[in-house]
């Protein structure tokens, strides 16, 4: 009996050294944040995946040359994506501005925040997304998806992206 009970705490102490679940209701409450996590995460993947391609869609995000006032021409396109972010209110944005390389690095990224920045305040001012489930981030010409050394290529390297995270 004593050495059944020894047995018992030495278990208990050993599960707990290893951070291993009291009993199998913790079992089920992790199983069921397991699924949740990652019905979450395809959401998100979903939403982001629905967001990149209103622009394929609708067509590009168009900003007035060299500056970062949204061209009132992609209206549609901004449209979608604020019907998508209303579809889902559960989760956060995150605005992603690119550039081509033309030009000096540090004018870049400072463009590219402030294209960024731009759509936020367009979709918050325009389109009556909330301002907090929506951020901003400039990425300059870190990461182009084609050729800079071709115009097409530029033309795709110029660029908005969204990413849905958890709000």
Do not use: W
């Not at 018992?8 to 290893?18: D, G, N, Q």
């Not at 944040?33 to 629905?50: C, G, H, M, P």
């Not at 060299?66 to 901004?78: E, Q």
């Not at 305040?121 to 182009?144: C, E, H, N, T």
């Amino acid at each position: 009996m004593t050495s059944m009970i020894i047995a018992a705490v030495f278990a208990s102490k050993a599960a707990m050294a290893l951070k291993l679940p009291a009993s199998t209701k913790d079992v089920s409450q992790q199983a069921k944040q397991a699924v949740s996590d990652k019905a979450n995460d395809e959401t998100l993947n979903a939403i982001t995946k629905k967001l990149k391609s209103v622009q394929n869609e609708y067509g590009p995000i168009l900003f007035k040359k060299g500056g970062s006032t949204v061209d009132p021409k992609c209206d549609k396109t901004m449209q979608r994506i604020a019907d998508i972010l209303k579809e889902y209110p559960g989760f956060h944005v995150q605005v992603d501005g690119h550039t081509d390389s033309v030009g000096k690095k540090a004018k870049n990224q400072k463009l590219s925040e402030a294209r960024a920045a731009a759509v936020v305040s367009y979709l918050v001012k325009k389109k009556g997304i909330d301002a907090k489930r929506l951020s901003s981030k400039g990425f300059g010409d870190s990461q182009p998806i084609a050729d800079n050394k071709t115009k097409d290529g530029q033309a795709k390297n110029r660029r908005v992206d969204f990413t849905a995270t958890k709000l």
